[in-house]
């Protein structure tokens, strides 16, 4: 239990720096002429993997908070129509019904890919203004 959680911590930041390498080798890191340059590219890739991963991780937080529930319960409300009877009788008929089902289980936070994009970006200003 504790690799798959240490293992889930570390896939954003693993993520992020692999963003970032894209980023570096798109930008011509390794041809730049000087240091200020290089920084410069630096931070262009840690911002750039900073900004996805926030995106990404708002985008979680928020679909956690349920947003997308109710386009969820409708497109499996078509999928369940072909589902055979006996396997339908046991999905919610409601969405209330459904709602409740999934505020029973319970989620763990994740926040994980929030905070490793915000550090991402505050590596990116502070290779910025070095």
């Excluded at 000087?34 to 991780?57: H, N, Y």
Aim: positive net charge; glycine residues 8%; hydrophobic residues 50%.
């Amino acid at each position: 239990m504790k690799n798959k959680k240490g293992a889930r911590r570390a896939a954003p930041y693993v993520t992020g720096v692999l963003i970032a390498a894209g980023v570096l080798l798109l930008r011509g890191f390794f041809s730049a002429a000087d240091a200020q340059e290089r920084l410069t590219i630096l931070s262009d890739a840690c911002f750039v993997s900073g900004i996805l991963l926030v995106c990404a991780g708002t985008l979680m937080l928020i679909s956690d908070g349920g947003l997308f529930d109710m386009i969820r319960f409708g497109a499996l409300s078509v999928y369940w129509v072909l589902l055979k009877e006996e396997r339908r009788a046991e999905k919610p008929r409601s969405f209330y019904a459904y709602r409740q089902h999934r505020l029973d289980k319970v989620k763990p936070r994740r926040t994980h890919l929030f905070i490793s994009g915000t550090a991402f970006i505050a590596l990116a200003f502070i290779f910025l203004f070095i």
